[in-house]
């Protein structure tokens, strides 16, 4: 069958079961956009190419499965690089096709000419440009399969507007032919049988165990096997930013998050543990904190399906690599025999007790808002919280509205927190809302979003008022680049250098009207309430609420940048108490 490049790159996406591509139209695309009129792939037409790719992104959070960004050449593949970098970091994965010159003019420096795949080498999975129409079925198998397998991540593909032109000979690879063509890709799923039984061997041997679990284990659908785990051996369970939910944080054993502003539980557990179970974890800097002095007695296994994260941090006792669903599996079933065979376990009781003293004694907490007063940001997040439907996915941007996020809301599914963690992109936020929202439409989406992050990406508003994908916002706003004036405070001698925002420029609640949404501002305690609940009751357009929160107000518990995580600074109210947590 001949069909045009074109038509073979549409037909393509189809048989890889595509619903939905979050893209913008220009001149070396343009022919790709002709075959989509009679495809039942819906297009989402963004206002900014960032936007398709963090759309692609939450889409691909809540479904498990590819978000495609289809753009032109030039400036449109370099907005992009942003979400594809901020995908690679964070193991999300996603197709990108762009629009490329014709073959004859490349490197001519031709109109909206740029070398796309060399940009992108470093912030991608794989990336291909494909020269040849018979090349393009393949290209696209080859594509999804990268990306969705093994750690997944972002695989872009790059076609020269002649190669969507011209006819080509259309044939589906089979799975035998995309495997065959990738002879140097072979994830290792299983894990080594013997590494698995040292494991089970050393934490039935643990006085002190945590298990640290990674956004891999939401990556790899364990969020089942991880609890079993838990529940079997009565290990107390952290959850990083990135896996938020993978274990309910309304379970005994949930420790919640750790880190940079982790709470002083999850933080000090695993600094004072013998052994951390790393279950699709990565050791990141803002969980270590200073490396050589974090977890110093414990042992460490470390689970992750990518060979390259053994050691890169952290030295392992016992390195496996293998998926984390099928490794925890393996794990449950290992320590039941030996446990059903009569094997000993270390006495934890003691290290349960030290654990439930931390958590009576360090919960998360802050001076309440009080009426004629600033509102609080966690008092406005736990009034969301508790008024927000059964299943709600939370989308948030980067700084203290994230941190307040994760910290005050309560997790108790997976898939339904949304954030950027490696990359830490502001802005990241309402875009990925919308991608949420279009792959679970059943789901109300909340996006929490600062007053700076709002302002680097709210025109995709626009998008969500024309396409009808009723998201609603929660905008904190304190005037400031939050985080920074924090740090500004705190470890600048309070020497606030370029992080104040305007109060009133601009009129949130009229520039979303202007865009399409209900606007609603809360300036006091006891409008939040009723704000919240007018907000969840609107489901035929987005909603933007604007809480105009205190400007002064800190993200507790603080790691310092560079120090051990022994130096964990408390909220006020706890600082007399730091000696509990030796």
Not at 170 to 175: I, K, M
Request: some cysteine; aromatic content about 6%.
């Amino acid at each position: 069958m001949k069909l045009t490049g074109a038509q073979a790159l549409i037909k393509a996406l189809e048989q890889e079961s595509v619903e939905v591509v979050f893209g913008l139209p220009g001149g070396c695309i343009l022919p790709a956009y002709d075959p989509l009129l009679e495809s039942t792939i819906r297009h989402i037409l963004v206002r900014h190419e960032q936007g398709a790719g963090h759309m692609a992104e939450g889409y691909a959070h809540v479904t498990g499965r590819p978000g495609v960004a289809l753009v032109t050449s030039g400036p449109a593949a370099t907005n992009l690089v942003t979400p594809l970098m901020d995908a690679y970091m964070d193991s999300i994965p996603m197709v990108a096709i762009t629009g490329q010159v014709p073959t004859t003019a490349i490197g001519s420096d031709a109109f909206q000419e740029c070398d796309t795949v060399g940009i992108t080498r470093s912030a991608t999975k794989h990336n291909e440009l494909v020269m040849n129409g018979d090349d393009l079925p393949l290209a696209i198998r080859q594509a999804f399969h990268l990306a969705s397998t093994g750690r997944p991540g972002p695989v872009l593909v790059d076609v020269p507007k002649d190669v969507l032109v011209a006819p080509m000979t259309w044939h589906w690879p089979t799975d035998d032919e995309v495997v065959a063509s990738l002879p140097g890709y072979r994830p290792n799923t299983k894990g080594h049988a013997r590494m698995i039984k040292a494991a089970a061997a050393l934490i039935l041997a643990a006085e002190r165990p945590v298990l640290y679990v990674g956004g891999g284990v939401l990556k790899a659908r364990a969020a089942e096997e991880v609890r079993q785990l838990a529940e079997l051996t009565g290990i107390h369970v952290v959850t990083t930013l990135m896996a938020r939910g993978a274990f309910p944080d309304d379970h005994p054993l949930a420790l919640g998050m750790p880190g940079m502003h982790g709470n002083a539980t999850a933080v000090t557990a695993m600094q004072r543990s013998d052994l951390l179970i790393a279950l699709g974890a990565r050791f990141d800097d803002r969980i270590t904190g200073k490396v050589d002095s974090f977890a110093p007695e414990a042992k460490v296994i470390h689970v992750d399906i990518d060979p390259a994260e053994q050691g890169k941090v952290r030295r392992p006792d016992v390195p496996i690599v293998g998926d984390c669903k099928h490794v925890a599996g393996e794990l449950v079933r290992i320590i039941g025999e030996l446990l059903d065979g009569g094997a000993a376990r270390a006495d934890t009781s003691a290290w349960r007790s030290r654990v439930s003293g931390w958590r009576e004694q360090f919960p998360l907490t802050y001076e309440p808002s009080e009426p004629g007063h600033a509102l609080k940001p966690q008092f406005c997040l736990e009034k969301l919280r508790d008024a927000a439907p059964e299943g709600t996915i939370l989308t948030s941007g980067v700084g203290q509205h994230q941190m307040w996020a994760s910290q005050y809301w309560n997790f108790t599914e997976p898939y339904t927190w949304v954030n950027s963690g490696g990359l830490g992109t502001m802005g990241f936020s309402i875009p990925a809302a919308i991608g949420a929202k279009v792959g679970r439409p059943d789901r109300t989406v909340w996006a929490v979003d600062g007053d700076g992050c709002f302002q680097m990406t709210a025109q995709e508003l626009v998008t969500a008022s024309v396409e009808r994908i009723p998201i609603k916002v929660a905008l904190l706003n304190n005037s400031y680049l939050g985080m920074v004036r924090q740090w500004q405070e705190m470890f600048y001698d309070e020497r606030y250098s370029e992080v104040y925002l305007s109060p009133d420029t601009p009129d949130y609640v009229r520039w979303a009207e202007a865009m399409g949404c209900v606007g609603i501002r809360v300036e006091s305690p006891e409008e939040v309430e009723p704000a919240i609940e007018k907000a969840n009751s609107i489901n035929d357009r987005p909603v933007v609420v604007e809480f105009r929160v205190d400007s002064g107000e800190k993200v507790f518990p603080m790691v310092p940048a560079g120090q051990s995580n022994d130096a964990l600074v408390l909220p006020p109210s706890q600082s007399d108490r730091k000696a509990a947590l030796s």
